[in-house]
């Protein structure tokens, strides 16, 4: 949903895109990638709405006409009065800003619309990653490179269980992500609920399933510490390994 949205956003030629990669709350707008990423993950903007969005924050704190802001949107082309409103509605429950006290969209009564959130440059470099799995209680750093998973005590995941082969699978991770392969294991690897017959592309989240062993990936982005989601909560050191 969100890659479609990114490739149909046409900018009409009166509206020029804006080059920034800005932060406000918990949401960066970027407006290269064409994405709007809240906590660390992006949402679905329908391309006009982020047009919209696009528009109001490079002229904020601006306000700007409901008839300027139509003939950005819709150059020569007649549409509904209630194409814009539900436009800045739609912003304002993907953003979660409320109507009645906004703290990012400000609504000018009879006139248009303003940006009103405080914002800061974010820089457009690539943010460092850290990966975890998470089993159970227990949460298991990845590093770069290959991360082997199986009865074998040397296993970056040591599942000591009959189910589960010396050798099962492995996560491989470099600059582009992570990666899941099954290394022809006689119970195979399962992701998401479904046996993978070839490397898979891990996301935030993913379920996957070894024997017995059900486990989430994660995705943590570093906050200048090596420490663990749990760490930062508990205040206790992460495991290198697990056995179950």
């Known amino acids: 949903m969100i890659e479609e949205g990114r490739r149909n956003l046409r900018w009409p030629s009166s509206l020029r895109a804006p080059e920034m990669r800005l932060r406000f709350g918990n949401c960066v707008f970027d407006s290269d990638t064409r994405e709007v990423i809240q906590a660390g993950k992006p949402v679905h903007v329908s391309p006009k709405a982020f047009a919209l969005l696009a528009v109001l924050i490079e002229r904020r704190p601006k306000a700007i006409s409901k008839d300027e802001l139509h003939k950005l949107l819709w150059p020569e082309t007649f549409v509904s009065d209630a194409n814009l409103p539900n436009l800045v509605a739609e912003l304002r429950e993907t953003l979660g800003d409320d109507a009645q006290e906004p703290r990012i969209l400000r609504t000018v009564q009879r006139f248009g619309y303003a940006f009103r959130a405080e914002t800061a440059a974010e820089s457009a470099g690539p ?33 000591d269980d009959a189910l589960v082969s010396r050798r099962h699978s492995r996560i491989l991770i470099d600059d582009s992500g992570a ?15 479904e ?16 024997g017995p062993a059900s486990m989430i990936f994660r995705v943590l982005h570093h906050t200048g510490s090596t420490a663990s989601a749990k760490q930062e909560e508990e205040g206790t050191p992460p495991p290198g390994r697990a056995r179950k």
């Open 127 to 159: 943010t460092p990653l850290a990966y975890r799995l998470i089993w159970g209680d227990r949460e298991i750093g990845l590093r770069a490179g290959e991360n082997l998973i199986g009865r074998d005590e040397t296993s970056t995941l040591w599942i």
């Open 179 to 193: 990666v899941l392969e099954d290394l022809d294991s006689k119970n195979g690897t399962l992701l998401r609920g």
């Open 195 to 210: 046996r993978i017959r070839s490397a898979a592309r891990l996301v935030d989240e993913d379920l996957i399933t070894i």
